[in-house]
């Protein structure tokens, strides 16, 4: 486990894995100082209405931002880098905008006047800010802009941060503050890099002067947006069977508080998933440049890390769960919520040891067919089972479509990498 952390670390990883955890942390906690100052009523609608939005943010930006990871990990010089974004920054921001109107357009025939519609309202202008962060900071990585990088990730995190402590626990300055926080980052990291350190040249700028495309570099721009669509379209999916038992739980139950409750047991495993997927995430780059051979040695190193470094706080909770779920979460401890709760951390660690590593190595050697057909599986699994089950079953019927889900997806990804394995020494 330390040779593979301190490998990570000589890559440069330590700026990325400080933004991604502070960032990851202050999201996935914000909910636990909410429950306390929100109503629990409105609390659920608020994640309710989060979850239909954030469904669709590996669509925001049209994908391109996966594109520039992508590509931009391959290409040599910043010159070239360089030229990719401001090729697709102009597209990405009209993608972004497209669906800004696409949720308009189902706010103005679905619309209510309760907190979940003003909340909704609020995060319109989210697929806009955080698509702009997305291939932003995404270009900052493939240029191996670490400081930059982590400045932009972590203002703005600590923008939501304030706006949150700040709100008195109106859900509507709370969804706004998250629409805002992306838009703060870029703004904070490129003012700092250009205007004060010269250290970045102005490629937002340069992005938007149309003459700076040429009609040769639109074959480019066509496999960008071929692959990030594709990856988008993956990513949705696969959102969209991680938070349908979310959902199913609101359109079944009608009752927001039900809602409140799942999704605070949803967020012990988010803190085990986090860490490594922002690992895998910050080492794309690493693993776009390495052959199959190197990429089957880190996943192995990876498995170990990950086993020894999950025992003991498994553990703990096993042996701690009545605390954690009452005194933590803030709920009332019972039979169906602590198998809920054990069930869901069961899918964690399938999807810590497949699932998340096995994703992220696919989309770096540009498989993105395979995750995108398990993605497709996973959600139609988690919504067969969780409509059968949650009606009977309730918590634990919404935790077992997940968990299904995650296992057999899990099965297919190693069967597939251990088939590309097998290729690639014939």
Known sequence: MISFLRSFLNRGGGWFLLANVFSK?????????????????EFGA??????????????????????????????????????????????????????????AI??????????????????????????????????????????AYTLCICS?????????????????????????????????????????????EPTLKAALNSKNRSTGKLIQLGDGLKYGLLVGLGGVVSQL???????????????????????????????????PSVMIKSDFVHLARLQEGGVYLYYIDYIKSFLK???FPLLGFV????????????????????????????????????????????YALGHVKVNTLNAFLAVAINISLGAALIPACGLVGAALGTFFSVLVTSALQVVFFRKLLKRDKV
Not at 25 to 41: E, H, K, Q
Not at 109 to 117: M, P, T
Not at 324 to 352: E, M, P, R, T
């Open 46 to 103: 608020l994640e309710y209405v989060k979850s239909v939005v954030f469904i669709l943010v590996p669509f925001f930006g049209a994908g391109l931002h996966e594109y520039v990871l992508y590509k931009g990990a391959t290409l040599k010089s910043e010159r070239e880098r360089k030229d990719l974004f401001v090729l697709l920054l102009p597209v990405s921001l009209a993608g972004s905008s497209f669906l800004f109107l696409i949720l």
């Open 156 to 200: 703005s995190a600590l923008f939501f941060m304030a706006v949150t402590m700040l709100s008195g626990g109106d859900a509507i300055i709370v969804a706004m503050g998250i629409a805002a926080a992306p838009l703060f980052g870029v703004g904070v990291t490129y003012l700092i890099n250009f205007a004060v350190l010269r250290y970045v």
């Open 106 to 147: 189902i706010f103005y025939f679905f619309r209510e006047s309760d907190v979940a519609g003003q909340s909704y309202i609020a995060l319109l202008f989210y697929p806009i800010t955080q698509g702009l962060m997305l291939i932003y900071t995404n270009y900052l990585r493939v240029g191996e802009n670490k400081r």
């Open 241 to 275: 069977g991680l938070l349908a038992d979310i959902v199913l739980l609101g359109l079944i139950t009608e009752d927001p508080e039900v809602v409140g409750i799942y999704r605070m047991l949803t967020i012990l495993p988010s803190m085990i998933l986090f860490l």
């Open 309 to 311: 470094a999950m025992f």
């Open 319 to 362: 042996l701690m769960s009545e605390l954690i779920i009452k005194y933590v979460y803030g709920v009332d401890f019972n039979n169906q919520v602590f198998w809920a709760q054990v069930i869901l951390l069961v899918a964690c660690v399938f999807s810590c040891i497949s699932r998340i590593p096995l994703g992220g190595i696919l």
């Open 25 to 41: 942390a202050v999201f996935i906690l914000s909910p636990l100082w909410l429950v306390r100052v929100m109503p629990f009523d």
